[in-house]
């Protein structure tokens, strides 16, 4: 069973930064689109960035130019790197990957726990 663990939420200041990591677990044979969302309590998750195994990266006009995705492969492991941050970024952060679990298996989609994220002075 793959798992996608999450780390690196916390409390921060305004204008402060953070890094949030995933590391999928498990039968883990490809990982093809890694993405990060976030939620509030009476919210609609949304999209907050994705990248695709070719490398194409989309992310939410709320965080262009704070936040950057990236994955290393080998690691298994996606991260989101986020700068600049601002009272509205607090949310729950949850990773979200598309994964193989063997050359022939299809693509399952799996969720990470989340992760709090705390931006307040």
């Known amino acids: 069973q793959v798992q996608l663990v999450e780390s690196g939420g916390g409390l921060v200041n305004p204008g402060e930064s953070l890094r949030l990591s995933c590391v999928a677990t498990?039968?883990?044979?490809?990982?093809?689109?890694v993405a990060w969302y976030r939620q509030s309590p009476g919210k609609q998750r949304e999209m907050v960035a994705t990248?695709?195994?070719?490398?194409?990266?989309v992310y939410a006009d709320s965080v262009k130019d704070r936040f950057t995705i990236s994955r290393d492969g080998a690691k298994k492991t996606a991260v989101l790197e986020m700068t600049s941050l601002k009272p509205e970024d607090t949310d729950v952060y949850y990773c979200?990957?598309?994964?193989?679990?063997?050359?022939?298996?299809?693509?399952?989609?799996?969720w990470g726990q989340g992760t709090q994220v705390t931006v307040s002075s």
């Open positions: 979200n990957e598309d994964v193989r679990e063997s050359a022939s298996e299809p693509y399952s989609n799996y």
């Open positions: 498990g039968r883990v044979v490809i990982i093809n689109t």
């Open positions: 990248a695709t195994g070719a490398g194409t990266t």
